[in-house]
């Protein structure tokens, strides 16, 4: 019984810490990442963020700064999950080959106007 009272308060406490929306848990990522994008000199072609769905979570693909760069996928968190895109053959890093066919709703989040 004691056990299964200790399961149980241990269940209610993760819960209790788990975030409705992923982003909340993480909510400074997007900021800091265009903070550091508009500290160094301006992309060309400009520098995107785009918010995606993907293998159901909530991931942000950020531009390279020029050719040949892999443009990497970034988990809510900041986290990078992979490179879909970019590098010499255009086909990123090989870790997620199914992102342009399973990634969905795109959303543009940011873009460098400057």
Known sequence: MKRLF????????LSAFQCE???AAC????DTKIAEILSKPKQNPA????????QGQTVYLVSSDCCD??????SACGDVLCAPSGGITGR???????????????????????
Do not use: K
């Open 69 to 74: 760069q892999f443009n990497y996928l970034y």
């Open 6 to 13: 200790t399961l149980l308060l241990l269940t209610s406490l």
């Open 27 to 30: 909510p400074d990522f997007i």
């Open 47 to 54: 520098a995107e963020i785009t918010e995606y769905q993907f």
């Open 92 to 114: 990123g890093d090989g870790l997620c080959p199914n992102f342009a066919t399973q990634a969905t709703n795109p959303r543009l989040v940011w873009d460098d106007r400057r």
């Open 21 to 23: 929306d992923e982003n």
